[in-house]
């Protein structure tokens, strides 16, 4: 490695501090508080907006694979810009391009995260975010705060400064996230894994508490998923597995019965759903309507859709002529593949299973790098993505800008440190 070399992958103490500092911030925020949020997500991109000045992608030669991801999230805005041009646009169009705009943002932020976010400093944000999150989901489980700035607390129902579906797949993706660090932290000592486990189990726990039945039911997949990645890696351990299991199980018996409950009432909704009336909405049977209609504006406009923000306004043009039920007409149609398939068509859906699939595609390749700590993040990356593609499936989760913020910074910073150090471990073997 010659000098230029080893300056190009060198990080700055200070700098390295701030930027796992802003991670940490926005990872604590994203539950705890709005304005937590903000700071650390507005932080991190007009950082990384000022960070680009000095153009940095002339000391940094992008791989081949780290290009085809961000041309993934390029790709997801295009599609979206050209179905606005080509569809009705509108106020609700706009709107809705400027949030997909934030896709953008990837560019500047894989720079900035590549030359400052270290693995360290991204591991120390995610334990000590998990614990924050914790300790906040705990206290308003036991009714001590009100979490909720929008006055949308249940009693015994965790959902922190957002809305339950919103709270628990975000705090699944970061237990899950936490979790493939787990074996490091208890390679320090008994007191460590305890710890370790015992905070686990808080993010199991909560997640059942937000009673999000979608990340609920999803927890198998993701369970064979987790054990499938950590064989790839060579780091499967069947007393860790059995750990898990007996963790989550635990975790769940406090649920159980709601969750049976659920399956059972989602059932006769689905089997019920053509009866549904309006003033006896059913979250399946709403669900079902709404994905009808969609395939109906699908089917009408196939190659880019109506445009980004124009389902409610096609669905209403459908219920009109007595084609959809009434309460098919919403803003979105609660899940994010039907949404792209009616506003965006099939060309929105290749860059809908892109933003997923070459991402996932990235991080499963991180499992075959002779390095430990790039193994665990690639794992964590790799269950990160399933989870939000499967939470995309009943809830339109990039109509939200926690969502957005949330996929677009963590995939980023995972892709910035993996693509680093594997790089620079290639360099030194070299």
Not at 141 to 157: F, K, L, N, S
Not at 160 to 178: M, V
Not at 254 to 260: G, H, I, Y
Not at 328 to 348: D, K, M, N
């Amino acid at each position: 490695m010659n000098s230029g070399d080893a300056k190009n992958l060198s990080t700055h103490p200070a700098h390295t501090a701030i930027c796992g500092l802003l991670m940490l911030t926005y990872l604590c925020g994203f539950t705890l508080d709005p304005a937590l949020e903000k700071v650390g997500q507005i932080g991190l991109l007009l950082w990384s907006l000022g960070f680009c000045f000095m153009r940095p992608w002339r000391e940094q030669r992008l791989s081949k694979e780290v290009k085809w991801v961000l041309a993934a999230f390029l790709a997801f805005f295009l599609v979206a810009l050209v179905a606005h041009l080509a569809g009705e646009g509108g106020r609700d169009g706009s709107k809705m391009l400027a949030r997909y705009a934030r896709f953008l943002l990837v560019f500047p932020l894989y720079y900035l995260l590549r030359r400052f976010l270290t693995l360290r400093w991204l591991g120390i944000s995610i334990v000590l975010a998990m614990f924050f999150n914790g300790v906040w989901g705990l206290l308003e489980y036991a009714a001590i705060v009100e979490g909720c700035t929008r006055d949308m607390c249940w009693p015994t129902q965790v959902s922190a400064s957002l809305n339950p579906i919103q709270y628990g797949n975000l705090i699944l993706c970061l237990t899950l996230l936490y979790a493939v660090m787990i074996p490091k932290l208890s390679d320090r000592g008994l007191p460590h894994a305890l710890a370790a486990w015992c905070l686990f189990a808080v993010g199991m726990f909560l997640m059942f508490s937000s009673h999000t039945r979608g990340a609920m039911i999803t927890l198998p997949v993701l369970g064979i998923a987790a054990v499938c990645l950590f064989m790839k890696a060579g780091e499967f351990n069947i007393t860790k597995a059995v750990l898990v299991a007996v963790i989550t199980a635990l975790c769940s018996i406090s649920s159980w019965q709601q969750v049976s409950e659920k399956i059972e009432v989602g059932v006769a909704e689905y089997n019920e759903y053509e009866n549904l009336a309006e003033e006896g909405q059913s979250s399946i049977g709403t669900r079902m309507h709404m994905w009808r209609a969609s395939l109906k504006i699908f089917v009408e406009n196939p190659v880019l859709g109506v445009g980004p923000g124009q389902y409610k306004e096609a669905a209403r043009k459908l219920h009109d002529q007595g084609q959809v039920h009434t309460v098919a007409v919403y803003r979105h149609p609660h899940s994010e593949v039907f949404s792209v398939l009616s506003t965006r068509g099939v060309a929105g859906l290749l860059s809908l299973v892109a933003i997923f699939a070459i991402p996932l595609w990235y991080f499963y390749r991180a499992l075959s790098v002779k390095s430990d700590q790039i193994k665990i993040f690639g794992i964590g990356g790799s269950l990160i993505v399933f989870e939000v593609a499967q939470a995309g499936i009943t809830e339109t989760i990039f109509d939200l800008t926690s969502f957005i913020g949330f996929y677009l910074i963590m995939v980023t910073a995972l892709l910035a440190v993996i693509s680093r150090d594997a790089e620079s471990m290639n360099r030194s073997e070299s």
